[in-house]
């Protein structure tokens, strides 16, 4: 809690400076610019202490503090004057009005804080107390649920692998005569007559002659890709004896 000081002081200086002084302290400056004014504020603020300079208009310092002690709530309180560096300071005075203290203008700033701090100290305020930690509970973890397998009530029975039937196949219809024989070789030899002494290279080439007239374009498209490389490997090797063996 701030303590108040009523400055009576008619020079600005000195007011200014004393308002700077306590300007980040616990105390609050009340400030009255002659000794009238002074005795006016001491009962609406009704002040911790007093600081009254001894030459003022009006009332002096002096007088002011003898006001002070005769008042009948705050006689007690400290009053301090504050007396110029070529004024004279009468002690006598000084004594018989009550004064508590005096300080030299123009006064040093700490000197005048621990001037009034020794006569009007302030109450400490209470130290805060320590804030009990409260230890928090470990957040709560949710464990994961474990995995289950989810089986069905009722297994299906395994289903036995379906075989295809192999397609029925019709019964071959008897091959007719022929059927086989694309060249028509076998009519071409029944009609030949066998000879006594066996086929000679001239039946061989007759007969060849007539295999050739018999055979259609479609039969020797189909097997001239199998039959003309066969011809011609059996060519060149035939050719090939007949060099070797001239």
């Not at 400030?31 to 005795?39: F, V």
Request: aromatic share 4%; charged share 30%; net charge negative.
């Amino acid at each position: 809690m701030k303590r108040t000081i009523l400055l009576a002081d008619d020079s600005p200086t000195i007011r200014r400076l004393v308002r700077q002084t306590f300007a980040e302290g616990n105390y609050e400056i009340v400030e009255a610019s002659n000794g009238e004014a002074a005795i006016k504020r001491l009962d609406e603020v009704q002040p911790a202490i007093v600081l009254a300079d001894i030459y003022m208009p009006g009332k002096n310092g002096y007088e002011v503090c003898a006001h002070v002690r005769n008042h009948p709530t705050l006689g007690d309180i400290p009053v301090v004057l504050l007396v110029g560096a070529f004024d004279a300071f009468d002690e006598e005075v000084a004594r018989q009005s009550g004064a508590t203290a005096n300080i030299t203008k123009p006064f040093e700033p700490g000197a005048l804080i621990e001037l009034v701090k020794s006569l009007v100290p302030v109450e400490a305020e209470p130290e805060p107390e320590p804030v009990q930690m409260v230890e928090e509970e470990p957040p709560h973890v949710i464990e994961p649920a474990p995995e289950i397998e989810l089986k069905l009530e009722k297994e299906k029975p395994a289903r036995a692998p379906v075989s295809k039937a192999a397609p029925a196949v019709p019964p071959s219809a008897p091959a007719e005569p022929g059927a086989d024989d694309l060249l028509g070789l076998e009519k071409i030899f029944k009609d030949e007559p066998e000879a006594a002494g066996g086929i000679t290279e001239e039946d061989i080439d007759r007969i060849a002659d007539r295999v050739i007239q018999r055979l259609s374009a479609q039969v020797i498209e189909s097997i001239a890709w199998d039959i003309v490389p066969d011809i011609t490997e059996r060519i060149v090797r035939e050719e090939l004896k007949r060099i070797d063996e001239s």
